[in-house]
């Protein structure tokens, strides 16, 4: 599987941006895919996923009821709606996936866990 992210750019603070993260190689309808994001000087953070086809979603704290997650019909495409951005919102965002995990790994935000990467895409938020 591979993941290309793409939809990153500079907004001000209280505004909004939409990622994708596509994917090719052989559908993945039935893996779990998670958001995750690196700060300059900062781990890499869990943001928010979805388990497998059951549409099961997880967020960190900091973006809930600001971002939210979603996939296509064909399960292809995976997305990130932000919402209210602030500027720690700044960060490389990463799409993730996985078709091994478990439920309790998933909830977990454990980076390691996932197979699949797409190479980031840059999110900055002036104030």
């Known amino acids: 599987v591979q993941l290309q992210a793409s939809g990153g750019g500079l907004v001000t603070a209280g505004g909004s941006l939409r990622l994708s993260c596509a994917a090719s190689g052989r559908t993945f309808h039935s893996y779990t895919v998670a958001w995750f994001r690196q700060a300059p000087g900062k781990e890499r953070e869990f943001v928010a996923g979805m388990f497998r086809s059951t549409s099961s979603t997880a967020y960190a704290d900091p973006v809930k009821g600001r971002f939210t997650i979603s996939r296509d019909n064909a399960k292809t495409t995976v997305w990130l709606q932000m919402n209210s951005l602030k500027p720690e919102d700044t960060a490389v965002y990463y799409c993730?996936?996985?078709?091994?995990?478990?439920?309790?790994?998933?909830?977990?935000?454990?980076?390691?866990?996932?197979?699949?990467w797409g190479q980031g895409t840059l999110v900055t938020v002036s104030s």
């Open positions: 993730a996936a996985s078709s091994r995990l478990i439920y309790s790994t998933f909830i977990s935000g454990t980076s390691a866990a996932y197979d699949y």
